[in-house]
């Protein structure tokens, strides 16, 4: 049974940097697609990047240049590394995973609970 712990949300002022982490536990194979999701209240859940088997990487252009995800090299631990945060940066995050390599529109099977980043002006 795959599970999906995340940790590192917090409270942080505009500008200010955090780093979430998801350690994936339970798998017995190389895991293909992991990514980051964001729901903010009264708005839809959003994809905020993704980690393909082949180390590619992919952002949503609301957090380009500004956050970076990437694997350990045991990987087994998911981070995503979010810097010059903006209030509208405020939002549940979640980890997920998938056993495909990631493209769009790409069922998630595998969530973890969610963390949260709240961002002040």
């Known amino acids: 049974q795959v599970q999906l712990v995340p940790s590192g949300g917090g409270s942080v002022q505009a500008g200010g940097s955090l780093r979430l982490s998801c350690a994936v536990l339970?798998?017995?194979?190389?895991?293909?697609?992991m990514a980051w999701f964001r729901q903010a209240p009264g708005k839809e859940r959003e994809g905020v990047a993704t980690f393909d088997v082949d180390g590619s990487t992919t952002y949503a252009d609301s957090v380009k240049g500004r956050f970076t995800i990437s694997l350990d090299n045991a990987k087994t631990t998911l981070y995503l590394q979010m810097n010059s945060l903006k209030p509208e940066d405020t939002a549940m995050y979640y980890c997920?995973?998938?056993?495909?390599?990631?493209?769009?529109?790409?069922?998630?099977?595998?969530w973890g609970q969610g963390t949260q980043v709240t961002v002040s002006a």
């Open positions: 997920a995973t998938a056993w495909a390599q990631c493209r769009v529109g790409l069922a998630y099977p595998y």
């Open positions: 339970g798998y017995d194979h190389p895991i293909y697609c």
